[in-house]
């Protein structure tokens, strides 16, 4: 039976100030103390209070330091932490919060509780009193330890916590690591920032332990009826991050600083030391960049490259190394000339140092295909992955595992020209190449598995895509665990899946799965979660529910204006899908606004000749088509006709969709000559590619045919009506009338009765209607910021998205960021 809360226990609401603290360690503790929280409750704190049965807070409540400042007072900060720490540890972030706070009070149960009582307090006490004096106390430090899997995560009991701190909105709740941690932290990143990724993958409270089941129940149910463990592990996490990065960037400052303010006469000594903290920001640079702060990572990669350029000279290996990154970075801000700049510095560093046919050359003619194939110059893009191949397979061998990712880039380039036989040839290719290399349950098989997914995805066998998608999620459940980006990636392909099949409750589960992973380990402000934010849009449009799908778009806007800018290919992105949803909605005027914001960002960043281009151009065309401005409508089928003949050439499957468009559209301004002419050319480049009994051709060439049947039919019965008047005497008045009449305005009217009868004709059913063609055709794998990696002898081979939208896939529908297709690898 539980007490009622006149007879529960009170709270002590005292804390201790920093001077006591100060007074403890020096007093009571050994010098280096080793000892948990738990053995000094045991050592000291216990045997004090042993007698009396009170706290220690009870016994020092009288004290106060040399300054007269007492040691005991109201609690300011509610101090949160595992006894299996070393006790120095929350101590130390005690002190730390101090010197900044030195009127602090800090309610730390080893002082505050009474030991012989605490352990025996009901759950209600923990609900209702607990509960409320955190709300009291109105701060609260989670002390973590160590960096990369904090205990306190795992413990029930903090978790309730940190709960009692979060469900209170106005407590302030914030994350310590002790000093020590931040030597150990940064020492790991400055080896593999990826580090990072895998300690925010071990965040998951839903798997905290409790002595008993029954406080673990009460704990869970708690957490489950409030913020759920959704939002708690995203909250921590989101701490956790702006940790990260702070001390990341606090430490290398502060070496950078003192680095500079050294002597001079240790000349030598100071350029090894300046060398040391290039090496430190490149390795910040990555972790910003891995969080998508691409602005910040760039910020110290050009301080790591002013300094290899002074102490190294602008022709050294280190040097070109950081100008390969920042290519690569200029490339994800789809600043494209500037990407080629700092890239092709490196290559010709790299021809002069190592020579042509070196693996690190070859790595940067592969990166330079990654950015040509990013700004829509696939031919150039295959140039320069086919010069990689050639070094890599020329010094390793065919079936190297360095020659995979670029047989996977190739592979792109044939997937973003439609040749997906040949892309499929490259992907499978490359999948082989990385099991017979590493072993076919290794974690780098999940990229190339994915890949071929999505090809299969793509070429309509959705049972090869999902199993490959499975075998997929197997692989790297095992190897990075089921709370990892990569993760993220399988699960929104198999979100696609169930998409393309229709079982929209099915995609939106694992939609949805993939975005809680995201935006607990990348965080909601991510490029890589924008692009899920995307996908759920659309997923949402699917549904009809218009209302979500703004409110996921806007959310993809909102976070890619941030990141991006304006003027970025993926905010382009994000209004066409906008433009997209508004036509769907029959907002023809709102569609027509988004696709045009879209399309004058496209022509700034890819050129007036760019594929991308044609294709919003002409679905812009269709949206005036709708409103019937056929004017308007034809001028942008025009200018992506245009565009894509000059591209493509006139065979191309594109350029038939626009004929067929085009046809369309002169049919209903009545001129029915240019109508047959686009038309027949839609036929005949339907024929060419699927071949004469294909349905589509025979449907096309049947309404085609009559049409042309009908054109003549109405100009044998034109020619006729023109001779029945002309030899038509019965009426002499009418006659005359009629030889008063314009004979140019008397044909210019009967032209137009004609023509509003041709277009009351109904040849729709046997002739495709204009089509909206999708703006962004990539289907769905794992984001820049989580990339994937193969390690292949000393390059890491990334594998990120050729749309710069942050690795990610999706079906046909109009404009819908994806992952995978396009995927490209990024050799460092």
Same mark, same amino acid.
């Given at each position: 039976?539980s ?15 920093t001077?006591?603290l ?24 216990? $045997? ?25 007072a ?32 800090f ?40 960096w ?9 009991? @903090? ?49 905290a ?90 910020n ?48 010709? @560093?790299q ?23 990013h ?35 190739i ?67 095992k190897?990075?665990?089921e709370?990892? $980006?990569?993760?993220?990636? @399988? ?23 993939a ?19 995307n ?72 050129g ?44 191309h ?11 369309? @559209? ?23 590619h699927?071949?004469?009994?294909h ?28 001779n029945q ?12 009338e ?6 140019v ?10 023509l509003?009868?041709v277009?009351e ?47 990610k ?20």
């Open positions: 039976m007490l009622s809360n006149n007879s529960l226990p009170p709270f002590e609401r005292c804390g201790v100030s001077s006591f100060k007074m403890f360690i020096n007093e009571k503790l050994p010098p280096n103390c080793e000892w948990t929280t738990t053995e000094v409750c045991q050592k000291i704190i216990m $045997p004090a209070t042993q007698v009396d049965k009170r706290s220690y807070l009870e016994l020092i409540k009288d004290k106060v330091d040399e300054h007269g400042q007492p040691y005991v109201p609690a300011t900060v509610f101090i949160s932490h595992a006894w299996k720490y070393k006790v120095m540890e929350p101590l130390d972030v005690m002190l730390e919060y101090g010197e900044k706070n030195p009127h602090a009070y309610w730390f149960d080893l002082f505050t509780n009474n030991q012989d009582r605490a352990s025996h307090l009901p759950q209600e006490w923990w609900k209702t009193t607990f509960r409320t004096a955190i709300g009291d106390i109105g701060a609260v430090i989670l002390v973590m330890s160590p990369n899997n904090p205990i306190p995560i795992t413990r029930a009991w @903090c978790l309730w916590e940190i709960l009692s701190a979060l469900d209170q909105p106005h407590v302030k709740f914030r994350i310590r690591f002790p000093r020590s941690m931040r030597q150990v932290f940064f020492e790991s990143i400055v080896r593999n920032p990826d580090h990072v990724l895998s300690a925010l993958s071990n965040i998951q409270a839903e798997k332990e409790a002595f008993l089941k029954d406080d673990l129940d009460m704990i869970f149910k708690a957490i489950e009826s409030t913020i759920g463990f959704q939002k708690l592990n995203t909250l921590v996490n989101a701490q956790l991050r702006e940790w990260y990065v702070q001390t990341a960037v606090e430490i290398v400052n502060e070496v950078a600083m003192e680095i500079s303010s050294a002597d001079d006469d240790a000349n030598v000594k100071n350029a090894m030391d300046q060398i040391a903290v290039a090496r430190m920001q490149h390795q910040v640079g990555s972790l910003l960049s891995d969080f998508g702060d691409h602005d910040g990572a760039l110290h990669f050009q301080k790591a490259l002013v300094i290899h350029q002074t102490t190294l000279g602008e022709e050294h290996l280190d040097t070109v190394q950081v100008y390969n990154r920042m290519g690569l970075l200029y490339d994800l801000k789809a600043d494209f000339d500037q990407a080629l700049d700092y890239l092709q510095k490196c290559l010709a @560093c021809v002069k140092i190592l020579g042509t046919d070196h693996e690190d050359t070859a790595r940067t003619y592969n990166n330079l295909g990654l950015v040509y194939n700004k829509g110059d696939p031919e150039q893009a295959l140039e320069k992955y086919h010069k990689a191949l050639s070094v890599v397979e020329k010094k390793f061998g065919q079936d190297h595992l360095e020659t995979a990712p670029i047989h996977s880039n592979g792109s380039i044939y997937d973003r020209k439609g040749q997906l036989d040949d892309a499929m040839i490259c992907y499978l290719r490359t999948l082989k190449i990385v099991e017979k290399a590493l072993g076919e349950n290794h974690p780098e098989v999940a990229t190339p598995c994915n890949l071929v997914g999505l090809m299969y995805q793509k070429k309509g066998d959705l049972t090869k895509a999902l199993e490959h998608f499975q075998r997929c999620m197997v692989i790297l459940e190897s990075v665990g709370n990892h $980006p990569q993760t993220a990636m @399988c699960l929104s392909n198999l979100g696609l899946i169930y998409q393309t099949q229709g079982d929209l409750e099915n995609a939106l589960e694992f939609s949805q799965r975005i809680t992973i995201e935006e607990n380990i990348l965080g909601s402000q991510h490029p890589s979660t924008a692009t899920s934010y996908n759920l849009g659309l997923l949402y449009r699917q549904k009809g529910d218009m209302e979500k799908a703004f409110e996921y778009y806007n959310r993809a806007l909102e976070i890619r204006r941030k990141v991006f800018g304006e003027e970025s290919s993926e905010t382009a992105n994000s209004y066409i899908n906008i433009g997209a949803a508004y036509q769907s909605m029959g907002a023809l005027d709102l569609g027509i606004h988004n696709f045009e914001r879209g399309l004058a960002i496209q022509e700034q960043l890819l007036l000749e760019h594929v991308d281009v044609a294709t919003l151009c002409n679905n812009i065309a269709v949206l005036y088509q709708a409103q019937n401005n056929l004017d308007h409508a034809l001028n942008y089928f025009q200018k992506s006709l245009g565009i894509l003949e000059k591209v493509h050439g006139k065979g499957l594109e350029t038939a969709t626009t004929y067929n468009n085009m046809g369309m @559209c002169y049919y209903r301004q009545g001129d029915v000559e240019r109508a047959l002419q686009c038309l027949e050319q839609f036929s005949d480049i339907l024929e060419k699927f071949g004469s009994q349905p589509q051709v025979l449907a096309t060439k049947q309404g085609v045919k009559k049409l042309q049947e009908d054109q003549q039919a109405l100009l044998l019965e034109k020619e006729s009506k023109k008047m002309k030899h038509d005497d019965d009426n002499d008045d009418a006659t005359k009629d030889d008063k009449r314009d004979p305005e008397e044909e210019e009217e009967e032209e137009g009765q004609d509003e009868r277009g004709m109904d040849v729709v059913s046997s002739l495709p209607s204009s089509t909206t063609r999708n703006v962004d055709e990539e289907p769905v794998n794992a984001g820049d910021g989580g990339a994937n990696t193969i390690k292949s002898g000393n390059a890491n081979v990334t594998s990120t998205n050729t749309n710069s939208n942050t690795t896939t999706t079906q046909q529908v109009p404009s819908q960021d994806k992952y995978g297709e396009n995927i490209c690898c990024v050799l460092m």
